[in-house]
C-alpha cells in the first residue's frame, strides 16, 4: 500500500522560511516523480514543482521560482520542499504527490497523493 505522509506546514510570518517533508512508502521515490501542489481556500490544485525520479529534472511555477528548491534523499525515501521568502499568497494546504510519469504538471498525471498539510503566511 502506497502512502505520502507530509509534515513540516505551520504558520510564519511573510519572508519567512518553512522547510515541508514528504515520506514515501509502497514505493521506491527514485523510480517516480514526485511533486508539490498547493490549494487555498475557493482554489483549484495548483502545480508548485516536480523533481524527476532520478532527481536530475526539476520544473517549477513562475510563482516560486528562486524562492522554494525541492530535493530527493533516495535513502530515506523523502521529498522535501525548502520555502523562503514565503509571502500571503503562498497560503494554501500543501500537497505531496508521486508520478509515473516524466516530470507531469497537471495533478492528473499523479497517482498518489498525501493528505497535505497547511502553510500560512501572514503579511
Known amino acids: 500500500q502506497v502512502q505520502l505522509v507530509e509534515s513540516g506546514g505551520g504558520s510564519v510570518q511573510a519572508g519567512g522560511s518553512l522547510r515541508l517533508s514528504c515520506a514515501a512508502s509502497?514505493?521506491?521515490?527514485?523510480?517516480?516523480?514526485m511533486a508539490w501542489f498547493r490549494q487555498a481556500p475557493g482554489k483549484e490544485r495548483e502545480f508548485v514543482v516536480c523533481?524527476?525520479?532520478?532527481?536530475?529534472?526539476?520544473n517549477y511555477a513562475d510563482s516560486v521560482k528562486g524562492r522554494f528548491t525541492i530535493s530527493k534523499d533516495h535513502v530515506k525515501n523523502t521529498v522535501a520542499l525548502q520555502m523562503r521568502g514565503l509571502k500571503p499568497e503562498d497560503t494554501a494546504v500543501y500537497y505531496c504527490?508521486?508520478?509515473?510519469?516524466?516530470?507531469?504538471?497537471?495533478?492528473?498525471?499523479?497517482?498518489?497523493w498525501g493528505q497535505g498539510t497547511q502553510v500560512t503566511v501572514s503579511s
Open positions: 509502497g514505493l521506491t521515490a527514485n523510480r517516480y516523480s
Open positions: 504527490a508521486a508520478s509515473r510519469a516524466v516530470t507531469p504538471t497537471s495533478p492528473h498525471q499523479y497517482d498518489y
Open positions: 523533481i524527476s525520479g532520478g532527481g536530475l529534472v526539476t
